[in-house]
């Protein structure tokens, strides 16, 4: 029986799969571990089931020692793993893709739409009772219709973000490293184009790739600059993707219109000049956060750990 470390609390279906067939040490404490428990507890485990939040590094493989097979990260993003390290010492990394696409494309679109019509304004207006009453020019947003959603990035959820837009009315420009599937694009009615197009054309423009040095502030003072000022930007990806001092600067002098983040630079914290204006929609983290959504991701993590120790190739492998 191997030792299987899950570095923080998943749901019970999860569980149930690994201590069906394996020791289980599960961190249930009701805050992130620790790194300096979390370096303790790794050593001699065979198999480490990561979140987000827990940096897999050559210091962690290490102490967890050469027995290690696998880490499963309960995660379609993997910058938190050391890949190559993993990769020197013989350790398999898998990742959780698809099951989690929907549900960030909800919250992306979702983003738009509160961005887009003020509706976080005028939430905070009422929850702070101000006096308010209907008029003509009254909280006035932006419509979608007729309008150019522009995507960075067109893996799955990027398309499933497009299609949300599709049924608005929405024209998709989008930008990635690859052409997508013909049939798709057909479907979208979605267009390949640069970024620095995608920039200027874009009503909306929004984030979903990958996070890693070539996107580390993809999105600064010249790329804002480049946008309309009637531009708004959704960032569901990660948060170093866009520089958080460049877009508040932005959104005060009136750059472009709006934004919306669910993830951020230096997460939890949020750039403190973000939290004092209205003209940014504000969320933590909640892509893939529904009851559905996080038990198929923690599932699939479980699935590619039972593979990898049972001598089978993993599901979702990253790389």
């Not at 303790?40 to 897999?56: H, K, Q, Y």
């Not at 102490?63 to 097979?69: C, R, Y």
């Not at 990958?210 to 531009?231: C, F, R, V």
């Not at 877009?247 to 983040?261: F, P, Q, S, W």
Request: hydrophobic fraction near 45%; aromatic fraction near 4%; glycine fraction near 10%.
């Amino acid at each position: 029986m191997s030792r299987v470390v899950v570095t923080g609390r998943i749901p019970d279906a999860a569980l149930e799969q690994l201590r069906a067939e394996h020791e289980v040490d599960a961190w249930t404490g009701p805050e992130s571990i620790s790194r300096e428990e979390l370096l303790r507890r790794v050593a001699g485990a065979d198999a480490i089931v990561s979140l987000l939040t827990e940096r897999i590094d050559g210091e962690l493989l290490d102490a967890a020692g050469p027995q290690l097979k696998v880490v499963s990260n309960v995660a379609v993003g993997y910058d938190n793993i050391d890949v190559p390290a993993c990769t020197e010492r013989g350790v398999v990394a898998t990742n959780t893709p698809g099951v989690l696409t929907e549900a960030t494309a909800d919250i992306a679109f979702g983003l738009i739409l509160m961005a887009t019509r003020r509706l976080g304004e005028g939430e905070r207006l009422i929850r702070a009772g101000q006096a308010w009453k209907w008029g003509m020019f009254f909280l006035l947003g932006s419509s979608l219709q007729g309008k150019t959603l522009g995507v960075v990035g067109m893996g799955g959820i990027g398309q499933a973000t497009a299609r949300r837009a599709k049924a608005f009315g929405m024209d998709i420009v989008y930008q990635s490293r690859s052409e997508i599937d013909p049939a798709i694009a057909a479907e979208l009615g979605a267009r390949r184009v640069d970024l620095d197009e995608l920039l200027t054309v874009s009503d909306v423009i929004s984030l979903h790739c990958p996070y890693g040095p070539n996107t580390h502030h993809l999105i600064g003072a010249e790329q804002l600059s480049a946008m309309k000022s009637s531009t708004y930007l959704i960032n569901t990806a990660r948060g170093p993707i866009v520089d958080e001092a460049a877009l508040a600067a932005a959104l005060r002098e009136g750059v472009i219109a709006g934004a919306g983040l669910d993830v951020f630079e230096k997460e939890p914290q949020v750039h403190p000049e973000l939290l004092d204006l209205e003209n940014v929609t504000l969320v933590p983290h909640l892509g893939s956060a529904t009851v559905e959504t996080r038990t198929a991701m923690a599932v699939l993590a479980a699935d590619n750990t039972l593979a990898v120790l049972r001598g089978e190739q993993p599901p979702t492998p990253i790389g």
